[in-house]
T-cell receptor, first 112, second 113 residues
Framework: SQTIHQWPATLVQPVGSPLSLECTVE??????LYWYRQAAGRGLQLLFY??????ISSEVPQNLSASRPQDRQFILSSKKLLLSDSGFYLC???????????FGPGTRLTVL | SQQGEEDPQALSIQEGENATMNCSYK?????LQWYRQNSGRGLVHLIL?????REKHSGRLRVTLDTSKKSSSLLITASRAADTASYFC?????????????FGKGTHLIIQP
C-alpha cells in the first residue's frame, strides 16, 4: 500500500533562518506531488506541484522554493524565513492530476 | 483565488442527527471532492463526484452535485462524535491537468454527545 511521510512534524524557526521540509512517498511510481500551506483556520493554498523529477510548477510568488530530486521525494525550502511563512504545510500525491489526492500528516511551522 | 466556499463555516449538532454542508464554486470543473481534517492532522479523502454525476453515496455520506448552480452538498447521516472535524470541498481546474486542487475554507463540524 502507498504511504506518504513528512518530516519534521513540528518546527520552530527564527525569522531569516533557512527551511527544508521533506516529503517522501512509498508504494507508487511517478506520482504527481504537491505542497500546500494552511494558515490557521483557513483552507489549503497550493504552493507547488510536480509531475516528474526536476519538474516544478509554482502557484504563488513567495520566498519558498521546491525541488524534486527523486521520483518519490519532494522538498520545500526557503533561504530566509518570514513571519508570514508560519503555517501548516501539507504534502500530497496523486496518480492523475485532477483525481484523489492523498495527504501526509503535515508539518507545523512557527516562525518567530 | 478561492474556488470552493463551504457553508456554513461552523455547525454544531447532536449525535445521531444529520449534518449537511454546502459548497459553491466559480469555474467549470471535472470533479469535486470532499475531504475531512481532524484537528492538527492531514486531510483524508472522503468522496469524489465527477461533473457528469449528480449524486453519490459512500456509507453514511451522500454527496450531490449541481453543475448548473455550481454547488455541491455533503450529507452525513446519523452523526457520531468521531465525525467532529473540518470538512473541505476541493475542485480541480477544468483543464484537467496535474495542477492541484483548489480548496474552500472548510466547515467545522462539532457533534455534541
Amino acid at each position: 500500500s502507498q504511504t506518504i511521510h513528512q518530516w519534521p512534524a513540528t518546527l520552530v524557526q527564527p525569522v531569516g533562518s533557512p527551511l527544508s521540509l521533506e516529503c517522501t512517498v512509498e508504494g507508487t511510481s511517478n506520482p504527481n506531488l504537491y505542497w500546500y500551506r494552511q494558515a490557521a483556520g483557513r483552507g489549503l493554498q497550493l504552493l507547488f506541484y510536480s509531475v516528474g523529477i526536476g519538474q516544478i510548477s509554482s502557484e504563488v510568488p513567495q520566498n519558498l522554493s521546491a525541488s524534486r530530486p527523486q521520483d518519490r521525494q519532494f522538498i520545500l525550502s526557503s533561504k530566509k524565513l518570514l513571519l508570514s511563512d508560519s503555517g501548516f504545510y501539507l504534502c500530497a500525491w496523486s496518480l492523475r492530476g485532477p483525481d484523489t489526492q492523498y495527504f501526509g500528516p503535515g508539518t507545523r511551522l512557527t516562525v518567530l | 483565488s478561492q474556488q470552493g466556499e463551504e457553508d456554513p463555516q461552523a455547525l454544531s449538532i447532536q449525535e445521531g442527527e444529520n449534518a449537511t454542508m454546502n459548497c459553491s464554486y466559480k469555474t467549470s470543473i471535472n470533479n469535486l471532492q470532499w475531504y475531512r481534517q481532524n484537528s492538527g492532522r492531514g486531510l483524508v479523502h472522503l468522496i469524489l463526484i465527477r461533473s457528469n454525476e449528480r449524486e453519490k453515496h459512500s456509507g453514511r455520506l451522500r454527496v450531490t452535485l449541481d453543475t448548473s448552480k455550481k454547488s455541491s452538498s455533503l450529507l452525513i447521516t446519523a452523526s457520531r462524535a468521531a465525525d467532529t472535524a473540518s470538512y473541505f470541498c476541493a475542485t480541480d481546474r477544468s483543464g484537467g491537468g496535474a495542477d492541484g486542487l483548489t480548496f474552500g475554507k472548510g466547515t467545522h463540524l462539532i457533534i455534541q454527545p
